[in-house]
């Protein structure tokens, strides 16, 4: 999707840099933590936090009052991110994330996003005709659920806390996070228990 | 890409020297209006009010903090802190067409939102 750098680009970021080093306001050591913090982050991190709040209640109430603090709590640097968001998926309610005037994502804790979540069509439709957009892809919400659609416009990023699905008794914290997909952790997928386990919610 | 000098905003939506009141103006549950503005339409401009909400009207979620106005940033320009709310919108009459129960919640700064309802805001202040 994006071009390989221009020889005159790189030329420009090299005389940012040494103007911005030249003047104290960055070091080669900060510049070294903020590429290997952006690195290591993963949806890893985020389904990570998921399932620590399906088992643990006063995390949970952490995740869902400073969204920050539950990150920094699992040792992600959150140093300069912005705040982040959870929002809480009920039986009643799903919740679907989209950027609608560019791609903000809450890359701390989910890396990078997808290249659908940057589309013109994802973050068109979305907004519009949510429901359509997760029935495509597998997803078909019940009538009694709402759709509440996120659109991440501003200062914020925002994460879904989804539903523990049912059939997901006495799993361990890593069985629980290994089910937790990146579409999941911002609505556009719901986690499944494998094997055919009985689908839907049965809450934390 | 020029930006334009300091003041010559197209986005400019308050009177100079006029400075933002600090506490939030609109409680949670307060139906406002996001204003039917277009500063696109009047020169360079960075906003982060989608197209489709201009002219509607929500209710107030909650206030999510004060943040530099990013209509400033983006400029370089020096940037004072607005309000930041969640605001929900029911979401079938922004396309009409959807499912009735489902809607959508957005970012807005105060100075893009008026009261939609005089009565209700004033009840709630």
Redesign the interface.
Known sequence: MSAPARPDSVAALERLLAALKGRGIVTDEELAARQASTDAASPETGARMVARAWLDPEYRALLLGDGKAAAEAMGVSMAGAP?L?VLEDTPARHHLVVC??CSCYPRAVLGYPPHWYKSFAYRARA?????AVLAEWGTALP?SV???????????RWMVLPLRPAGTDGWSEDRLAAIVTRDALVGAALPQAPQGAARGAAGA | MTPPAEGTSAAAADPPGQPAPAAPRFPPGARVRVRDDWPERRGPCHIRTPHYLRGRVGAVERALGRFPNPEDLAFARPAPERTLYHVLFPQPPLFAEGRPGDDVLVEIFEHWLEPADTATTEQAA
């Open positions: 705040p968001g609608t005037l907004v519009r005709e949510p429901r009538d709402d759709v509440r659609v996120v659109d991440s416009t501003a200062d914020y």
